[in-house]
């Protein structure tokens, strides 16, 4: 990865209230831009919301306020939201905001110049509640219902603007086939291409129905599809439409994370689009599957959708960090959906975080406290074979980073944990401190521990930022941000003599806690 990063959430539809889903993605792209900082890169991490389309205009005229004030309202709810979660996003763009109106402009001004938007009659059917196009045959293959809310498509026929995505067929197929990890998982990509082989229709990008939207440039009564103007935030929240935009060094991102709902917009039509604009394509996007719930499709009318007074209800009994550990290590990053169950996220938190996260430092600073005044005792042996274990663990956290595969990066400080324990266990230092005679080798012990412990604690950081700050803290120092990251991974960074203060990181909670938050 270059020394400028970028990554981006899917732009949150105005028209609905904050829920597991906004969360999840946020989180996990918050927790690889934090990665990127700490090992020393600028990374730009950006959302938002989309704030177009028939459906904000809808419900906006049925409270008899305008589209514009209903935006403002939800938006305003977004963004506590990400302030509620701590996420660190460089950017909250809005697809009402003058600087992105402009800009999207300027782009449709350049596809009509090259010819690849061209004026058309639109004849098929229509998805309102997606607002998405389908082609008589793809409406009957779905049996004229919307895939993802179940009601019936709509007929259309319509006078629209087309982007001529059918003249990027081969040129799509082929950067599919040069870059096998643009799309990710790769059955995800293989789906694209199962789709893609049936032959790629061109995509409406104006509609005349309605009239909350930016407009076509030069041509009156039309109003850019949401869609069109969704995807091109990407870019113009980086300022590629404006000269001298000191942003468009973090182009192109290096994950655009989405839903796997949403796959064939980013994966098909926005690359097409960037063709048309001679603008280079982004590296990766990454399609999660959903939460469900108790083996169920989420839904307010089972009571089994995770809301965010749900989800603020478990930060309130467990943490903000153990919420993120669980969207970042349980959540649905594959291509299977993610359980959400009340009953595993507590076992999930007592048993990583309250046993193993909390325990291992307590047991290590308690001991030092013990038997050496709370100051790092010398390690005679230069530390055995643990700075191999931990070289090859950050070795191994960077590759996972690398391929967004969060779950892995945590397992690398996790394993180093459990190795720690797993030491303390075989070696009883409690046994040994009873001779003194032994002094030397609890001595080495105890700092080959501490040393472990402080780095499972930086590779943990983005994960849990709250308490990976009290554990260094405790052991070690502050993280500072302007520490290169070649010392920070270095094993043996704590000097001997050094304070090290038993931490209480994750108090346990009691089971029936459970019954309070699910």
């Not at 032959?199 to 407009?215: C, E, H, K, M, Y």
């Amino acid at each position: 990865m270059s020394q400028t990063s970028c990554i981006t959430t899917p732009i949150y539809y105005v028209n609905d209230r904050p829920h597991i889903g906004h969360a999840y993605t946020s989180t996990i792209c918050d927790v690889w831009a934090r990665a990127g900082r700490l090992v020393g890169r600028e990374v730009f991490f950006l959302t938002g919301t989309d704030e177009h389309g028939s459906k904000v205009e809808k419900s906006a005229t049925a409270r008899g306020i305008s589209p514009q004030a209903l935006a403002d309202e939800n938006a305003a709810e977004f963004q506590r939201v990400l302030a509620t979660f701590g996420l660190t996003n460089d950017d909250f763009i809005r697809t009402t905001q003058p600087r992105h109106v402009g800009q999207v402009q300027e782009f449709l001004r350049r596809l009509m110049a090259t010819g690849d938007v061209y004026l058309g009659t639109f004849e098929g059917w229509y998805d309102e509640g997606q607002e998405e196009y389908h082609t008589e045959n793809k409406a009957r293959e779905l049996n004229y219902q919307s895939p993802i809310s179940g009601k019936a498509l709509v007929r259309a026929t319509e006078q629209n603007y087309y982007f001529r995505l059918s003249a990027f067929a081969d040129r799509l197929a082929k950067h599919f086939a040069d870059h096998p990890t643009f799309v990710r998982p790769t059955e995800r990509a293989n789906e694209m291409l199962g789709r893609m082989r049936d032959g790629l229709q061109d995509v409406p990008i104006t509609r005349t129905n309605f009239s909350w939207g930016i407009a076509m440039p030069d041509a009156p009564g039309h109003v850019v599809y949401v869609w069109i103007d969704a995807l091109l935030n990407y870019i113009t929240a980086l300022g590629l439409a404006t000269p001298h935009a000191e942003r468009t060094k973090y182009w192109p991102a290096d994950y655009h994370v989405v839903g796997k709902e949403i796959l064939w917009f980013h994966a098909v039509i926005w690359p097409a689009l960037l063709m048309a604009l001679k603008l280079p394509l982004p590296k990766c996007i990454y399609a999660h599957s959903f939460w469900i719930a108790d083996g169920k499709k989420m839904s307010k009318s089972l009571g089994n959708f995770v809301d965010l007074p749900t989800i603020e209800r478990y930060n309130a009994t467990y943490g903000l960090d153990a919420w993120r550990w669980y969207m970042s290590t349980q959540g649905p990053l594959g291509t299977t959906d993610a359980d959400f169950n009340g009953k595993h996220f507590h076992e999930t938190y007592t048993n990583d975080l309250v046993n193993t996260v909390g325990n291992c430092p307590s047991r290590v600073g308690a001991m030092i406290a013990k038997y050496f005044g709370g100051k790092l005792p010398t390690d005679a042996q230069a530390g055995g074979e643990w700075p191999s274990r931990c070289d090859a663990a950050i070795a191994k956290w960077e590759q996972c980073m690398e391929v967004f595969d969060l779950s892995g990066a945590a397992r690398c400080a996790m394993d180093l944990l459990r190795q720690v324990d797993v030491m303390i266990n075989d070696t009883e230092p409690f046994k040994l401190a009873k001779d003194p005679a032994n002094t030397p080798r609890l001595s080495s012990i105890l700092n080959q521990c501490a040393q472990t412990v402080r780095i499972a604690g930086v590779m943990l950081e983005p994960f849990l930022p709250q308490r990976m700050g009290d554990l260094a803290t405790a052991f070690g120092g502050m993280p500072n941000k302007d520490t290169n990251w070649s010392a920070r991974k270095k094993y043996g960074a704590i000097s001997d003599g050094h304070p090290i203060e038993k931490v209480a990181l994750f108090p346990r909670v009691d089971a029936t806690a459970i019954s309070q938050t699910s």
